[in-house]
């Protein structure tokens, strides 16, 4: 354990597993108390209990961020206790479509809870932020915001508007000591992508798999941990001078991909 982020508050949505989840352990392990929000009780309160057993402080929340009614009232209490200093955006679906295979509903899907569930935490918590002119959000965009995915239709759409969501805020806030950031990562091995390719590809995973990691230049994909170091120190005074930016975890995929 650190000091690093000592007596600061870090909610993370989608921190069940994942990126989310080893965002909170590392966050944890630095001194922050994590408030977890995850639609999943259960895997909530797993991460809950991993921090704990780190000697770390956490409380977890079951919360569907698409609904801004179970935002304003599960944020709502947690502000009535303690201030929150950090928000990570981290909670998303993906989806597989170009515009003709893309329905309406899902479009709706994938916009409630990509695009609205950021909205509905960042509106909830900005006032107490502003209040107190002090705090840092993080939003996690993708590569999808700033090259074309073959395939990726609605999720593009969506990794887009955090994008130019996290400028807004970013200019909007920059006077009341707000700092807002973005990170677009490439293809990240967790859980998440497992669970896409068993499901969309049954029959060939391990050569989709493969196909996968070699899209980065790099040869692979991210690991959890190297998207959480990054987001760790976007969150604290080292990058104090950093706000209104998108910083991608690529591997090289947009600049070296010719």
């Given at each position: 354990m650190s000091n690093k982020f000592k007596e600061k508050?870090?909610?993370?949505?989608?921190?069940?597993?994942?990126?989310?989840?080893?965002?909170?352990?590392?966050?944890?392990?630095?001194?922050?108390?994590?408030?977890?929000?995850?639609?999943?009780?259960?895997?909530?309160?797993?991460?809950?209990?991993?921090?704990?057993?780190?000697?770390?402080?956490?409380?977890?929340?079951?919360?569907?961020?698409?609904?801004?009614?179970?935002?304003?009232?599960?944020?709502?209490?947690?502000?009535?206790e303690q201030a929150i200093d950090i928000l990570?955006?981290?909670?998303?679906?993906?989806?597989?479509?170009?515009?003709?295979?893309?329905?309406e509903d899902d479009l709706d899907r994938v916009y409630n809870v990509n695009v609205k569930g950021a909205y509905n935490m960042m509106s909830t918590i900005i006032g107490s932020m502003k209040q107190r002119r002090s705090g840092v959000i993080i939003n996690i965009a993708s590569i999808a915001a700033s090259v074309g995915i073959e395939d990726r239709f609605a999720y593009s759409m969506s990794k887009g508007a955090i994008l130019t969501m996290t400028y807004s805020v970013a200019r909007d806030y920059i006077d009341h000591g707000i700092r807002c950031n973005c990170i677009s990562p490439a293809r990240v091995h967790t859980p998440f992508v497992d669970n896409f390719i068993e499901k969309n590809y049954p029959d060939n995973q391990a050569e989709v798999f493969d196909k996968l990691s070699k899209s980065?230049?790099?040869?692979?994909?991210?690991?959890?941990?190297?998207?959480?170091?990054?987001?760790?120190?976007?969150?604290?005074?080292?990058?104090?001078?950093?706000?209104?930016?998108?910083?991608?975890?690529?591997?090289?995929?947009?600049?070296l991909n010719n």
């Open positions: 508050v870090a909610l993370i949505t989608g921190a069940g597993s994942g990126i989310g989840q080893s965002t909170a352990l590392k966050l944890a392990e630095q001194g922050a108390h994590i408030v977890i929000v995850d639609l999943n009780d259960d895997a909530a309160n797993s991460t809950k209990a991993m921090i704990t057993e780190l000697g770390g402080k956490a409380s977890a929340y079951q919360c569907d961020i698409a609904s801004n009614a179970q935002v304003k009232e599960v944020v709502g209490s947690i502000l009535k990570i955006n981290n909670a998303g679906i993906a989806h597989i479509g170009n515009l003709e295979n893309t329905t980065q230049p790099i040869g692979r994909m991210g690991t959890v941990n190297e998207v959480a170091s990054l987001i760790s120190f976007l969150c604290s005074d080292e990058a104090a001078f950093i706000t209104g930016s998108n910083i991608p975890i690529d591997g090289g995929f947009v600049t």
